[in-house]
């Protein structure tokens, strides 16, 4: 079954603004990531955040972890319109270890120039 | 990062016949590779994790002689969809894990995908 929703489902900005997406998750993790996927082409990994972390950055990207509210978040600031995709977040659920990832339903982002 | 070729980027077939999909980590060794299925605007649902010299493990409600994986190197692995009909068509994602390399282990890198469309 499928371990994490995303919300929202889309979202629509423009250039400059900042992009929050939100993702929750049903069991327990070894780890959260998050991924971007261009239309129809395959999956980047953006960021990964371990089970004990709370907070990582990465550029533009801010990830954060609430493992007692089961729930992560992504931040995009200062938006291009080069960031138009659908970004998904991903779990690592303990049982489970590393041998597979369950993905979230995917939030579609636009960036209107 | 690692780098993952699926090959063909999409393939129109006719009611029946077969499709082969392939996926090959091109400058690591993949012992194990995983199968994805998305639905337009949809999320992508393990089909499968293909193991090297091993049979692949399918996930609930796979059926195994209707997607037939073979992984027989290390930087082969194949989805053979077979008897495909129109309720196959999908896009078809393969993904591996860099394990050796130092890349770490525990992030996916992904193929670009199979758009298979079975009239």
């Known amino acids: 079954s499928q371990q994490g929703e995303e919300d929202p489902q889309a979202l629509s900005i423009q250039e400059g603004e900042n992009a929050t997406m939100n993702c929750s998750y049903k069991?327990?993790?070894?780890?959260l990531q998050w991924y971007r996927q261009n239309s129809g082409r395959g999956l980047v990994h953006l960021i990964l955040?371990?089970?004990?972390?709370r907070e990582k950055h990465s550029g533009r990207l801010r990830v954060t972890l609430d493992t007692s509210k089961k729930s992560s978040s992504l931040l995009i600031t200062a938006s291009r319109a080069a960031d138009t995709a659908s970004y998904f977040c991903?779990?690592?659920?303990?049982?489970?270890?590393?041998?597979?990832?369950?993905f979230g339903a995917g939030t579609r982002l636009a960036v209107h120039p | 990062g690692a780098v993952v070729s699926q090959h063909p980027s999409w393939v129109i077939c006719k009611s029946g016949t077969s499709v082969k999909i392939e996926c090959r980590s091109l400058d690591f060794q993949a012992t194990t590779m995983f199968w994805y299925r998305q639905f337009p605007k949809q999320s992508l649902m393990l089909m499968a994790t293909?193991?090297?010299?091993?049979?692949?493990?399918?996930e609930q409600g796979v059926e195994k002689d209707k997607f037939l994986i073979n992984h027989a190197s290390l930087t082969l692995s194949t989805l053979t969809v077979t008897s495909a009909h129109p309720e196959d068509s999908s896009f078809y994602i393969c993904?591996?894990?860099?394990?050796?390399?130092?890349?770490?282990?525990?992030?996916?890198?992904f193929g670009s995908g199979t758009q298979l469309s079975v009239l």
């Open positions: 069991t327990s993790i070894n780890n």
């Open positions: 955040i371990r089970s004990n972390e």
């Open positions: 293909s193991n090297e010299g091993s049979k692949a493990t399918y």
């Open positions: 993904s591996a894990r860099d394990n050796w390399t130092g890349r770490g282990g525990e992030k996916l890198f």
């Open positions: 991903a779990t690592a659920p303990i049982p489970g270890g590393y041998n597979k990832l369950i």
